[in-house]
């Protein structure tokens, strides 16, 4: 599923989900729901960009794809920062 359109440097955790660990298995929203436990709803709008990683799920993600919570936790608090900078930047330049 595609990133929403934003022109951040960093990428949404959820975009790194679906590309990097669930396309190239062949993982589906519901599989990884089934698999986790995880609302499907959720899934679709934290693959989709829109929805931010908890500390739950990371832990969950970690556990199923062999990583560290903090690597997902990491990725959403950069992302965080890039969107917070973004939107002061884009109140800023509306305030001229």
Known sequence: MPEKQHFFSV???GTV???KYMKPRGITVQN???E???SPFFLDLIVKGEYPISSYAAGIFARKFSTKPSY???M???YDAEYTKAVVEK???ADR
Do not use: K, Y
């Open 11 to 13: 990428s949404h955790p």
């Open 32 to 34: 990884l729901a089934e």
């Open 17 to 19: 989900l679906f590309e």
């Open 72 to 74: 997902w936790l990491d």
């Open 36 to 38: 986790t436990g995880l």
């Open 76 to 78: 959403q608090d950069a």
């Open 91 to 93: 109140n800023a330049a």
